[in-house]
């Protein structure tokens, strides 16, 4: 195991050498991808593409409707495509375990020699051959762009698109303290190579809601309930909610940015009833609490303000666990700013 993870400039030169030796690969991201995950990989997938290399990408759960304007977003196929293809380098992108990309696809989408991990998660587990994992850097699509760039090949128009919306996303339009001056650097860079707008992409991402989104927050913001402290608020999207709005679970994407904007809150959480009755949670921190390691409490992960975990219980009985354990933490970083 080789882990590629440094506080000053990482040596990419071993996984370089992978992409230059083998030329079956297989890519993959976290369950419920969002724009960093999907962003990373099809810009990764462009690149080996570009280099000669096959390439097939699998995710456990489908695009969501606001990244298919990203170029070859229909190439990502599903568990079931998997059969019994085995890729000689298996690259899993933006995932802090490998359990985290669908515990059925890690344990059919098997590589014959390397499984290489490439994360920025401050929670990530060197799972890999080889882990490329630097929490430094804003988003799995800066660490993307810094490998091609280390490779010393073109970037494309394409791939400049996939690594900006990643880069966009995970900043939150460059506006959480993740963003550095090397990160708008890099954006202006993609900017200028894929020739497209910046609002135009911002459009893409968050102005394509549909009236049906809206009813179903509309339903969530009744469930709201918020500590007698002000510090911790919550809500929750059953499925009935979901069949009543005619949405899916997609659609919950982003509710927990509004509980969050709630004038003293600390710790938003968002939780959703799945079809499987497991749980899906969305954290989000002001930053006084690490919601990445409470949601590592639940095999989850992210990071210090925005996070998420799946619990397999009912939605009421994880809430109030989760609230319990925010609590819990809440406590613990008040105590530290007193002592």
């Known amino acids: 195991m080789k882990t590629l993870h440094t506080t000053g400039m990482p040596n990419y030169s071993t996984l370089l050498a992978v992409f230059d030796r083998y030329h079956s690969f297989a890519l993959s991201t976290h369950i419920n991808p969002d724009g960093d995950a999907i962003g990373s990989e099809l810009a990764l997938y462009t690149f080996l593409s570009e280099i000669g290399k096959s390439v097939k990408v699998f995710n456990t759960d489908a695009v969501p409707k606001n990244y298919k304007f990203l170029p070859g977003w229909d190439i990502i196929e599903g568990v079931n495509a998997v059969e019994t293809y085995r890729p000689e380098v298996l690259v899993v992108l933006d995932a802090s375990t490998l359990e985290r990309i669908g515990k059925p696809l890690s344990k059919t989408l098997l590589p014959i020699h390397k499984l290489v991990n490439i994360d920025h998660h401050a929670t990530a587990e060197a799972f890999g ?72 992409v911002y459009r893409n991402v968050y102005e394509q809601l549909p009236v049906a989104k809206l009813r179903l927050l509309s339903e969530v913001l009744r469930t709201l309930q918020v500590t007698n402290n002000g510090k911790i608020a919550s ?105």
């Open 129 to 200: 051959d080889i882990n490329l994992i630097m929490p430094a850097a804003s988003s799995t699509s800066e660490i993307v762009y810094k490998l091609i760039k280390h490779y010393q090949t073109p970037i494309g128009k394409a791939c400049a698109l996939c690594l900006y919306t990643g880069i966009m996303f995970d900043t939150g339009c460059f506006r959480y303290s993740n963003t550095t001056p090397e990160t708008h650097q890099i954006a202006a860079e993609l900017i200028e190579i894929g020739e497209f707008a910046p609002d135009e």
């Open 235 to 339: 809500v929750y999207a059953t499925q009935e909610m979901l069949r009543k709005t005619g949405t899916n679970a997609d659609a919950v994407e982003g509710i927990v940015n509004q509980i969050q904007a709630i004038a003293g809150v600390e710790v938003a959480l968002c939780v959703s009833e799945m079809t499987d009755r497991s749980t899906k949670v969305s954290l989000r921190s002001q930053g006084h609490v690490d919601v990445s390691q409470l949601a590592a409490e639940f095999e989850g992960g992210g990071h210090a303000r925005a996070a998420g975990c799946r619990i397999v219980d009912h939605y009421l009985t994880a809430l109030t666990t989760l609230v319990q354990t925010a609590q819990r933490y809440m406590e613990q970083s008040s105590s530290k700013y007193t002592d």
